[in-house]
T-cell receptor, first 112, second 115 residues
Framework: GDSVTQMEGPVTLSEEAFLTINCTYTATGYPSLFWYVQYPGEGLQLLLKATKADDKGSNKGFEATYRKETTSFHLEKGSVQVSDSAVYFCALTTETGNQFYFGTGTSLTVIP | AAGVIQSPRHLIKEKRETATLKCYPIPRHDTVYWYQQGPGQDPQFLISFYEKMQSDKGSIPDRFSAQQFSDYHSELNMSSLELGDSALYFC??????????????FGPGTRLTVL
């Protein structure tokens, strides 16, 4: 079945460090891929998305490229800030869009 | 911009009681999804509705039921509550039209605590 495998955390980085959170997926057809962010005590917020192969989603300095050949959608940011501390979820939805499949989440803590 | 509204935001119940969670989707969104997120867990899909009809079913216990009403709001009814039902319950909505097709917009969640 469809699934998402996400790099386990927690991840702790110093401010201005480079961030990579790995995400790979298993799906039939052509899924859409998403990164959601969850700040403490809050709901899920869409960070970025990509709907077809080779698409690059970007927002707030974060980027992820939909790689069909490696079935990956790794999240990257060149210089993290303390305010980026949150839990990041990789997710996919199938072509019908009836259901989201989430990764297990990666907790990121950025220290000054 | 209008977002998904969930009520209540917090709910405390005793074991074996019932609870009703409400979700108001973004205007003109026709699909609603319910998710359960246990402590430190990823959100688990429970059930979804499209145009007031159940469209997909995930890991929803038999003790739970849900429906979508004519105004597209949805309610998740939970009976015979157990300690393990304590979680954050998210509602999301989407529309199959427009540039945000295939994207789910999440509400802030209802935190249910069962004592």
């Amino acid at each position: 079945g469809d699934s998402v495998t996400q790099m386990e955390g927690p991840v702790t980085l110093s401010e201005e460090a480079f961030l990579t959170i790995n995400c790979t997926y298993t799906a039939t057809g052509y899924p859409s891929l998403f990164w959601y962010v969850q700040y403490p005590g809050e709901g899920l917020q869409l960070l970025l998305k990509a709907t077809k192969a080779d698409d690059k989603g970007s927002n707030k300095g974060f980027e992820a490229t939909y790689r069909k050949e490696t079935t990956s959608f790794h999240l990257e940011k060149g210089s993290v800030q303390v305010s980026d501390s949150a839990v990041y979820f990789c997710a996919l939805t199938t072509e019908t869009g009836n259901q989201f499949y989430f990764g297990t989440g990666t907790s990121l803590t950025v220290i000054p | 911009a209008a977002g998904v509204i969930q009520s209540p935001r917090h709910l405390i119940k005793e074991k074996r009681e019932t609870a009703t969670l409400k979700c108001y989707p973004i205007p003109r969104h026709d699909t609603v999804y319910w998710y359960q997120q246990g402590p430190g867990q990823d959100p688990q899909f429970l059930i979804s509705f499209y145009e007031k009809m159940q469209s997909d079913k995930g890991s929803i216990p038999d003790r739970f039921s849900a429906q979508q009403f004519s105004d597209y709001h949805s309610e998740l009814n939970m009976s015979s509550l157990e300690l393990g039902d304590s979680a954050l319950y998210f509602c999301a909505s989407s529309s199959f039209e427009g540039p945000s097709y295939n994207e789910q917009f999440f509400g802030p969640g209802t935190r249910l605590t069962v004592l």
